[in-house]
């Protein structure tokens, strides 16, 4: 696999559910982001690690929980989402501070 | 402040037409340009990047025409065709925490 591939590519999930949202890249990158994607709106960046380290958290709600166990892989953990956060979650890769992200195909969330 | 203005927000050209889509910027800090195509169903993909040191970066059908003074730069789609219908994002990168900030997206759709 080249890349970087999200699953699950669409996920439902209730206000009370806990659900997590998978990344993995496969460029020798050492950066990774979260963005969310709304309609009509700007990306917005959410989370970027950086050698696996938190380097930004853009005044995220606390029901998303990152996790980057490695600098390959990345997880969105969600919990008691709103119906507001459905939205679709774009993760990225780079190599650090180039600003040439490689983005995945997305993972389609919706709150029910 | 960390900002930069797209517009239009849609767009339709005939096919063969010229694609010319804006976005202007306020922080000097920032150091890199480029600009995203996606597709439905897809992430956005890097399609072409400019540095503020050049006026104008071409690749085949695609220019980024750069003004520093103006804060302005702009992508400029030649011989348009039906498949470059997409949305097309502009971004800037911070030159300090090498943050990637987006423009809000133009929708492009190009008839035949």
């Known amino acids: 696999e080249t890349g970087v591939t999200q699953t699950p590519r669409h996920l439902v999930m209730g206000m009370t559910n806990k659900k997590s949202l998978k990344c993995e890249q496969h460029l020798g990158h050492n950066a990774m982001y979260w963005y969310k994607q709304s309609a009509k709106k700007p990306l917005e960046l959410m989370f970027v690690y950086n050698f696996k380290e938190q380097t930004e958290n853009n005044s995220v709600p606390s029901r998303f929980s990152p996790e980057c166990p490695n600098s390959s892989h990345l997880f969105l953990h969600l919990h008691t989402l709103q119906p507001e956060d459905s939205a679709l979650y774009l993760c990225?890769?780079?190599?650090?501070?180039?600003?040439?992200?490689?983005f995945g195909e997305g993972s389609r969330l919706t709150v029910l | 402040q960390q900002q930069v203005k797209q517009s239009p927000q849609s767009l339709i050209v005939q096919k063969g037409g010229i694609s010319i889509i804006n976005c202007a910027y306020e922080n000097t800090a920032f150091d890199y340009f480029p600009w995203y195509q996606q597709f439905p169903g897809k992430g956005p993909a890097l399609l072409i990047a400019i540095r503020p040191d050049v006026s104008e970066k071409k690749e085949g059908r695609f220019t980024i025409s750069f003004n520093k003074s103006a804060k302005q730069f702009s992508l400029h789609i030649m011989d348009s065709q039906p498949g470059d219908s997409a949305t097309y994002f502009c971004a800037a990168k911070d030159n300090q925490g090498g943050k990637l900030i987006f423009g809000q997206g133009t929708e492009l759709s190009v008839k035949p």
């Open positions: 990225a890769s780079s190599q650090a501070h180039t600003g040439e992200l490689f």
